[in-house]
């Protein structure tokens, strides 16, 4: 089924864009909830007559969201996260992890308007878009660290007596592989 979208949906398009879903989805959720018309050629007529006004709203509503924008430009996330050998994470930074920090730092912004590609698995300096409207996209910084501490190092005076336990313990293999060759 092709319809044409009235408003953003998340995951779908934007407003005025024609795209084809299932019959259930557009007949039982967009249609009804004003988010969609069907795409027949009356429907089509009437959005390209309305065309310009809907760019018109479209331009004013993104003049707002730049004002949150250039808050949101700023903001620096630190998040931490357990991890293993070589800085890999144990599990993932995921965009509701980020939603979670943010709304702590008070930016309110919904899990799907954070566009992730593939979910964070390393420890490291990120650059994540956020998309608050259909024209403003904005790139925050996310730092994600090792909760773990540091694996301590063993002091030098303990160095050397591991080393001679190994060093005795290979001396007493030979005599007892000797031992076994005699019988």
Known sequence: MKVILTKEVLGLGDPGQVVTVKNGYGRNYLV???FALEANKKNVALVEAEKARIEARLAREAELVRGEAKKLAGLKINIKAK???AGKLYGSVTNMDL?????AQGFEVDRRRILLTAPIKEVGEF???VKLHPQVIEA???TVESE???EEVKPAKEAPAEEAVEAA???EAPEAAEEVKED
């Open 148 to 150: 773990n501490p540091p």
């Open 83 to 85: 991890t293993g050998e």
């Open 169 to 171: 313990e290979e001396a």
């Open 127 to 129: 650059t994540v878009q």
């Open 99 to 103: 939603a979670k920090e943010m709304a």
């Open 32 to 34: 009804p909830q004003g």
């Open 140 to 142: 925050i910084s996310v």
